[in-house]
């Protein structure tokens, strides 16, 4: 029946849903902000976030997912339902249908605990598919035809990497390295170099406004930012330049390169010729780092292309298969 499937990109920063008949009617940070006596939830999504590093002792700001699979069950299933019910899917749908995204190489164990946290956020019957499937589908690439498609999906807790032929994943590597490993490594360069604690989101607002690995050192600027002085304990404001962005990004970055490398070389070689014509997409919102397109294509010797809005692919993507629902359905059977 129409309007009763939804699309969800279960992500380790954000969380997409995509309504059929609808498209996208939400993006919230994955975050939960809970009492930590009672474990009453306080606020969920954007409201959460701004609360991160900046709560009393009683209220704790968590991040179920972590590395792209659920690290606390009961906050997920929480969130789950709050954003569901946000989007009014209690009051216009009876147990709907529900797609979710997945990492590739999560385990049995990892793929039931997602299945189950959908389940009891009030789904009637619940999919499973892999992110690098969905965001190429969102991409617009045509991944059911006999030729090469290759994409890098770098989120918040995993980075997918795959090449895809015939509707389905030929050769596929995932790391749990991504744009919280990228927020990690700035902090701790920050940390080593100045002895300057800094939180999480100056962190991200570093990547997101001066950050850059291209090759060629393309992005001059400077950014002043505040944060605690190890030394005297005290606030302090220091300035810091696109090229130490470069410095700090550079181990988690090279993680992301060999494994689209290692990709590649697993590849048969009548589908590498196919992306050397048609290139690679890039897709999340790691994608959005920049520099990182040329670094790859310098690296890879393929074309290198970002996605039309990186961050939207996946949920894009399973509102595409939403369309299929009955050809997923089968193929699985």
């Not at 995509?18 to 969920?44: C, D, F």
Request: glycine share 10%; charged share 25%; aromatic share 4%.
């Amino acid at each position: 029946m129409f309007g009763k499937d939804i699309g969800i990109d279960l992500g380790t920063a954000n969380v997409l849903i995509h309504v059929k008949g609808r498209g996208v009617v939400l993006n919230e940070p994955s975050v939960v902000a809970i009492e930590s006596e009672t474990k009453r939830v306080l606020a969920v999504g954007e409201e959460a976030r701004r609360m991160v590093g900046r709560t009393p002792g009683n209220i704790i700001a968590v991040r179920p997912l972590k590395d792209g699979v659920i690290a606390d069950f009961e906050i997920t299933e929480m969130m789950l339902k709050h954003f569901l019910n946000m989007v009014g899917a209690k009051r216009w749908y009876s147990h709907p249908r529900i797609l979710i995204c997945a990492p590739t190489n999560i385990t049995s164990v990892e793929k039931k605990a997602i299945q189950e946290a959908a389940e009891r956020s009030g789904a009637k019957e619940v999919f499973l598919e892999e992110e690098p499937k969905a965001a190429a589908v969102g991409a617009g690439m045509d991944i059911f035809q006999p030729s090469g498609n290759m994409v890098v999906d770098i989120g918040g807790g995993t980075t997918d990497v795959a090449v895809l032929s015939m509707g389905d994943i030929v050769t596929a590597a995932s790391i749990k390295v991504a744009g919280d490993k990228f927020d990690a490594a700035i902090m701790k360069y920050i940390k080593d170099k100045y002895k300057l604690l800094i939180g999480e989101r100056t962190s991200e607002d570093i990547k997101i406004k001066i950050g850059s690995v291209d090759p060629q050192g393309v992005r001059q600027e400077e950014m002043d930012i505040r944060g605690r002085d190890m030394v005297s304990g005290l606030p302090v404001t220091i300035t810091i330049h696109s090229r130490e962005i470069r410095e700090a990004l550079w181990e988690p970055v090279a993680s992301i390169v060999m494994t689209a490398k290692t990709v590649l070389e697993r590849t048969p070689p009548e589908l590498s010729a196919d992306i050397i014509d048609r290139g690679v997409i890039l897709t999340g919102g790691g994608a959005l780092l920049h520099g990182l397109d040329q670094l790859l294509m310098d690296e890879l010797k393929v074309p290198v292309l970002i996605a039309e809005n990186p961050m939207h692919c996946v949920v894009k993507g399973t509102g595409i298969m939403l369309d299929n629902l009955d050809k997923v359905t089968r193929r699985r059977k």
